[in-house]
Each structure stands twice: as structure tokens, then as C-alpha cells.
């Protein structure tokens, strides 16, 4: 088992930054990759950034390309989103995931997530 806990959600203002964390604890060498997923009030869970293990490849929704930015710390058995030039539409419940085989977009491909933790852009 993999246990995942998001931190750094909060209030900021559009234009501002955030930087959210992820903590992975237990059997986390099992970890192929990991990735931020994102959820609205009313809208299903969409995909926002993904990492894989050793590598470092990442991938990028559209929406948060040049914006977001996705890093690991193997060591720390932590990943992190920076994110820069919030806008409004960034807010939603960030969840935390990972992957024991295989990534993608769909959020089928993780196998644990996190609770998540709140992110709201105030315009």
C-alpha cells in the first residue's frame, strides 16, 4: 500500500502562485509515477500534470502548460506543483496519485490517490 497527502492548498488572488506538496509513505518503491489531478465543484476529475519515476519525463494538461510546473524529490519520496499565474478557473480540489505501471491522462491508470486539498483563485 502507497499513502498520499497533499499540503500547500489555500486563497490567492488571480495572477498569484501556489506551490502544493505530496507526500508518499509505505510501499512508495513501488511507484511508477505520479500525478495532480484536479476536480470542480460539478465537473468530473480532469488531469493536470504527471511525472514519471527515475526519468523525470512530465506531462502537462493544455490548460496549465508554461503555467504549472511538476517535480519529484525521489529521495524525499515527495512530488510538487508550482503553480504561477493562477486564474480562476485553476480552482478545484487538487488530489495527489500514483502509479505502480503505467501513466497517462486517465485517471484509471493510478492506483492511490490522496484526500486532496483546496486551491481557490479569487478574481
Known amino acids: 500500500q502507497v499513502q498520499l497527502v497533499e499540503s500547500g492548498g489555500g486563497l490567492v488572488q488571480a495572477g498569484g502562485s501556489l506551490r502544493l506538496s505530496c507526500a508518499a509513505s509505505?510501499?512508495?518503491?513501488?511507484?511508477?509515477?505520479m500525478g495532480w489531478f484536479r476536480q470542480a465543484p460539478g465537473k468530473e476529475r480532469e488531469f493536470v500534470a504527471s511525472?514519471?519515476?527515475?526519468?523525470?519525463?512530465?506531462a502537462y494538461a493544455d490548460s496549465v502548460k508554461g503555467r504549472f510546473t511538476i517535480s519529484r524529490d525521489n529521495a524525499k519520496n515527495t512530488v510538487s506543483l508550482q503553480m504561477n499565474s493562477l486564474k480562476a478557473e485553476d480552482t478545484a480540489v487538487y488530489l495527489c496519485?500514483?502509479?505502480?505501471?503505467?501513466?497517462?491522462?486517465?485517471?484509471?491508470?493510478?492506483?492511490?490517490w490522496g484526500q486532496g486539498t483546496q486551491v481557490t483563485v479569487s478574481s
Open positions: 496519485a500514483a502509479a505502480v505501471s503505467r501513466v497517462g491522462v486517465n485517471d484509471r491508470l493510478y492506483d492511490y
Open positions: 511525472i514519471r519515476g527515475y526519468s523525470s519525463n512530465t
Open positions: 509505505g510501499r512508495t518503491l513501488n511507484i511508477y509515477a
